[in-house]
């Protein structure tokens, strides 16, 4: 049996589209998902010491691969791998090379504290 659409209203998004930003550090939204927010990352330095006391923060690293350095060991995400970094746990990203595009998968309306 068919089943019909109930609601048509869909939105294509184009990853190349959202990840030519210019700037040194790119993050916005590009789609949500329940309660929680798709973003793209893209980036040429180093994102600063942070973590987030109330979601988990999955990555998927696209283009470029990315390190996540962690208090204890660093990770190195290469494109089509994904890792969870657990809520309250110290991190810091930084791109594989001269530049690293990757989506991230969190609660909408995650805080984020910067750390030293």
């Known amino acids: 049996m068919e089943q019909q659409m109930q609601n048509s209203s869909f939105q294509v998004i184009s990853l190349s589209v959202e990840s030519a930003a210019a700037e040194s ?41 990315l390190f996540i350095d962690f208090d204890d060991q660093t990770v190195a995400l290469l494109p089509g791998h994904m890792i969870t970094v657990n809520r309250g746990v110290r991190h810091r990203t930084r791109p594989i090379g001269e530049r690293s595009v990757n989506l991230t998968f969190e609660r909408a309306g995650t805080r984020s504290e910067t750390l030293t």
């Open 25 to 65: 550090y790119n993050n916005h939204p590009i789609a949500n998902v329940n309660d929680h927010e798709v973003r793209i990352s893209t980036m040429t330095e180093a994102y600063h010491w942070h973590r987030h006391p109330d979601s988990d923060e999955m990555f998927l690293a696209l283009e470029g691969g």
